[in-house]
């Protein structure tokens, strides 16, 4: 019988390696798919503690941590209008470990906004999940004399830049609500921009600015305990939480409307199955009814769905912003 080659053996023993390897390669891969996630979860919340995507975001990954065992770290990175935080995560390596709470501002407006922004939301992330939506309310001290928009425009007509209005900082859903109506209604306030919502609080409680526009649930809690006096609401409908209170169009703004959204975002290059993998879990949450209850509850709806239309709801809002954008005027360096 011939004796098989030194080559021939070498040969035969690296195809039966090769295709072990093969063999192996994919089942690891899937117990490191698996075994998701390896490390904490950042997500990351582009404004200070205490607003309302704070709110949305805190309660969201509790529920995560809880029922899928999972560390889940809120990350408060606020500046530039939620420039900053988004950007961090937008150059974060995607993995699935770190997570922002985006929204309307930041993502659909700043584009078009702001001259030089360090991301494309478009390119640069990969829409999660939605979690919620909320209208903007303006909101008065509760012993304000101007207990009507009607009244507000009154007085603003009668002096120009005579009453302030505050809101979350320049940019956001409402600064350019603010923005808006005041083009509608024809009046020029003075606008008092903020980095966060608790300073906005104490001076609006305390009389030193007159109105303040931010969503529902930043300001609800103070509505409810008579401190302030909710106003108005910019979205087609009254707010549930709200019942009480008229919205813009009501006041003869016919078809205003501004409303904010939030969501959860990756940094582009995620591998799929994380994304669908957190998308699940994101849904599931939503649909705990202690969990839809605590963000209905501070003025939001719950919304959800799918990452495609997550992505969908992106495409159109980036253009549609921009057009309202370019109409105030607003822009930033």
Same mark, same amino acid.
């Not at 922002?100 to 922004?117: E, F």
């Not at 083009?183 to 104490?202: C, D, E, F, S, W």
């Not at 008579?226 to 009254?238: Q, Y």
């Not at 939503?286 to 939001?300: C, H, I, M, W």
């Given at each position: 019988?011939? $004796?098989?080659?030194?080559?021939?053996?070498? %040969?035969?023993?690296?195809?039966?390696?090769?295709?072990?390897? &093969?063999?192996?390669?994919? !089942?690891? &891969?899937?117990? @490191?798919?698996?075994?998701?996630?390896?490390?904490?979860?950042?997500?990351?919340? /582009?404004?200070?503690?205490?607003?309302?995507?704070?709110?949305?975001?805190?309660?969201?990954?509790?529920?995560? @941590?809880?029922?899928?065992?999972?560390?889940?770290?809120?990350? %408060?990175?606020?500046?530039?209008?939620?420039?900053?935080?988004?950007? +961090?995560?937008?150059? *974060?390596?995607?993995?699935?470990?770190?997570?922002? !709470?985006?929204?309307?501002? =930041?993502? @659909?407006?700043?584009?078009s906004l702001y001259a030089r922004l360090p991301y494309?939301?478009?390119?640069?992330?990969?829409?999660?999940?939605?979690?919620?939506?909320?209208? $903007?309310? !303006?909101?008065?001290?509760?012993?304000?004399?101007?207990?009507?928009?009607?009244?507000?425009?009154?007085?603003?007509?009668?002096?120009?830049?005579?009453?302030?209005?505050?809101?979350?900082? %320049? #940019?956001?859903? +409402?600064?350019? &609500?603010?923005?808006? +109506?005041? =083009?509608?209604?024809? $009046?020029?306030?003075?606008?008092?921009?903020?980095?966060?919502?608790?300073?906005?609080?104490?001076?609006?409680?305390?009389?030193?600015?007159?109105?303040?526009?931010?969503?529902?649930?930043?300001?609800?809690?103070?509505?409810? %305990? #008579?401190?302030?006096? *909710?106003?108005?609401?910019?979205?087609?409908?009254?707010?549930?939480?709200? /019942?009480?209170? /008229?919205?813009?169009?009501?006041?003869?703004?016919?078809?205003?409307?501004?409303?904010?959204?939030? #969501?959860?975002? *990756?940094?582009?290059?995620?591998?799929?199955?994380?994304?669908?993998?957190?998308?699940?879990? $994101?849904?599931?949450?939503?649909?705990?009814?202690?969990? *839809?209850?605590?963000?209905?509850?501070?003025?939001?709806?719950?919304?959800?769905?799918?990452?495609?239309?997550?992505?969908?709801?992106?495409? &159109?809002?980036?253009?549609?912003?921009?057009?309202?954008?370019?109409?105030?005027?607003?822009?930033?360096?």
């Amino acid at each position: 019988m011939p $004796i098989p080659s030194l080559s021939r053996c070498l %040969n035969a023993r690296l195809l039966a390696v090769l295709v072990g390897v &093969a063999a192996i390669v994919p !089942m690891g &891969a899937a117990q @490191a798919q698996d075994a998701y996630p390896r490390k904490p979860i950042r997500l990351v919340v /582009p404004f200070p503690p205490g607003g309302g995507t704070d709110m949305i975001a805190r309660t969201v990954a509790q529920r995560l @941590a809880d029922h899928n065992k999972w560390t889940v770290v809120v990350d %408060n990175r606020p500046g530039a209008g939620g420039n900053l935080g988004v950007d +961090a995560v937008a150059k *974060a390596a995607p993995d699935g470990h770190t997570l922002v !709470m985006g929204q309307t501002s =930041n993502l @659909a407006i700043n584009p078009s906004l702001y001259a030089r922004l360090p991301y494309d939301p478009l390119k640069d992330l990969v829409p999660v999940a939605l979690v919620a939506s909320a209208p $903007i309310v !303006m909101a008065a001290p509760a012993n304000s004399p101007y207990k009507t928009f009607a009244d507000l425009v009154k007085a603003a007509k009668a002096k120009p830049d005579g009453l302030t209005l505050g809101y979350p900082g %320049n #940019g956001t859903v +409402a600064h350019l &609500a603010g923005e808006l +109506a005041e =083009n509608a209604a024809g $009046i020029k306030l003075r606008h008092v921009p903020y980095k966060g919502a608790a300073q906005a609080m104490t001076d609006l409680v305390g009389g030193q600015i007159d109105f303040y526009m931010s969503a529902v649930p930043t300001l609800l809690g103070q509505v409810r %305990n #008579g401190k302030l006096r *909710a106003v108005m609401v910019t979205s087609l409908k009254r707010s549930a939480q709200l /019942p009480q209170t /008229p919205t813009l169009a009501e006041s003869g703004y016919q078809d205003f409307e501004a409303v904010t959204w939030f #969501g959860v975002l *990756a940094p582009a290059g995620t591998p799929q199955a994380i994304v669908q993998q957190l998308n699940k879990a $994101i849904n599931d949450a939503l649909l705990v009814p202690e969990v *839809a209850e605590k963000l209905r509850s501070e003025g939001g709806e719950v919304l959800g769905g799918s990452s495609e239309k997550f992505a969908a709801l992106l495409r &159109a809002e980036v253009p549609r912003w921009a057009r309202i954008v370019k109409d105030s005027g607003a822009s930033l360096d």
